[in-house]
């Protein structure tokens, strides 16, 4: 049997031999419990490195995921934008305005195209020859654009250049379906359709367009681009399964318009037809219903065919809009700002009868033609005013239907035994009708007129305010300036009883299954203050015009029709003369209003007039219910 040794403590206590080593081995030998302070820091350190990693991994899977997926992606696939469907414009009767024409574009997908420098220029070598383009213009397209995933290298193909290459190119370059603006009217509805441009570098922030897209430049198409423009689709290419899948794009939503196409085709005709017969380049005019505001035609001339401008621009035709001194483009139904002339005086008349300036049966005897008066620093300077001709013994309405200057000198600025409005007040009204304003037509470019005062003309020519530039505003001469728009709305509140309504090109929005999305309707800008009496007097004066006076051309047409004609001098005084006009009917039951304006006439009176009848004829010859 094993002996087993012990020692005995000085307590009468066991010990082991090993315990009896202890005391050589020194005390700092002597295992110890670790430090709880230890402990915290190896489980915080341990704890913050799981975090660290977690955060990481959070990041990468989560936050950064669609990144890392989309270049995972991208290093095994192409994608390919596809532009949406731009939306139909429509008439008021559902005629089509603008639509999309099928075509053939030619897109280049970038990292398949040739990369070295013999074998590019092969490929460029015999894309040209197929395209009939030099080689320097198509090596300044791939160089320029090499540097997004795709892009278009020319739109709207001819049917032998897709044939030729799809037959000579597998890879790089490809056919794809696309769609090219039309427009049926062309130039005779250009200045409300408008027209579709390209991209400009300064408007690729706009993350919805691409280096390749259009967008509306004018009219319409501008003005409601956010409905039309739809939303793109897109192609993806898989490299490694040598397929695709495709994401449809989503049409634009259709536009349908207050305009009646048949109008604004007549309108269009009845005016270059005018204008090309005295060799006149320049007018505008727009008809409008005069109770709610809609705009049933708007021409501005010369005009511009949008079929020109919806591909690549030639020099020829990019000369023939852009750099044309008539300004093809420029609206000026809505943008110009012209004299009113005698147009202006049915305004008057309102302001004098409100006032107590006039009453309907106010004369005034003109046996000379014009009128005189002293200059007020000087009594030895007199300043003439004339009128057009000798109108002998005129109350209002006669004034109105004979255009008397002389009585509306008297009105605006007082002659003689009428003390006249004097400036403060006729300011106060020609504001009141919004003249300075714009009016809010839903089309881009609309100007506001202009009324001088006092203060503007001091600052401009140093020169204080005479009864002379009130005779100049009272006759719409002067610095007064008005829009063909502003001269429709304001005849349009005159035949409707003074409501001012905005001018609405368009009706309403529709999706494609035609649900309307969005409505405009009728919205009043301002009531005018004037008794129904009042505007009575006013527009029998219009149709006396009509009847006896300065518009008797419009006497035949198979309505009564009431109307103001108006001659404007401009530039030079005598030299050059804009002629104008405005006219509701039917008379009682007004349905239609019309401004029409013609530039630099010079002797060639009554344009403006001739052009009306020419329109309101063929306007109610179309109404079945006023055909005799």
Known sequence: MKKEYRVSSYENQDLSPEETLVDSLGSSKVERPISEITLRFVFGVVFLFFAIFLVAAFRLQVVQGKSFRQIALGNRSEVYEVPALRGHILDRHGQVLAENRPVFDLMAISVDLPKEGSESELFLNRLS????????????????????????????????????????????????????????????ASAVIGYTGKINPDERGDRFYGINDRKGRSGVEESFEKYLRGKYGQIFFDRTADNYVVKPPETGSGVVLNIDAEVQKNLYEALSGVLRSAGIKAGAAVAQNPKTGEVLALVSLPSFDNNQLTGELSEAVFKKYFQNNSRPTFNRAISGRYNPGSTIKPLLALAGLREGVIKPETTITDQTGFITIQNIYNPEIVYTYRDWKVQGTVDLRKALAHSSDIYFYSVGGGFGRMKGLGWTKLEKYLKLFRIDEILGIDLPGEAAGFVPNEEWKLEKFGQPWFTGDTYNVSIGQGDLLTTPLWLSSYVSAIANGGIIYRPLVVKKVVDQKQKITEEFTPQELGRLPFEAAVLRVVQEGMRSAVTSGTAKLLSDLPVEVAAKTGTAEVGVKGKSFNSLFVAYAPYDNPEITISVLVENIGQNQGLAILAAKNFLKQYFQNSPQFTP
């Open 129 to 188: 020859l197929i395209l009939n383009q030099p080689v320097s213009v198509l090596a300044e397209i791939f160089e320029s654009r090499n540097r997004v995933a795709s892009f278009t290298v020319k739109k709207d193909l001819k049917k032998e250049e897709v044939l030729k290459i799809q037959d000579q190119f597998k890879q790089g370059i490809y056919v794809v379906n696309s769609a090219e603006r039309f427009y049926p009217q062309g130039e005779k």
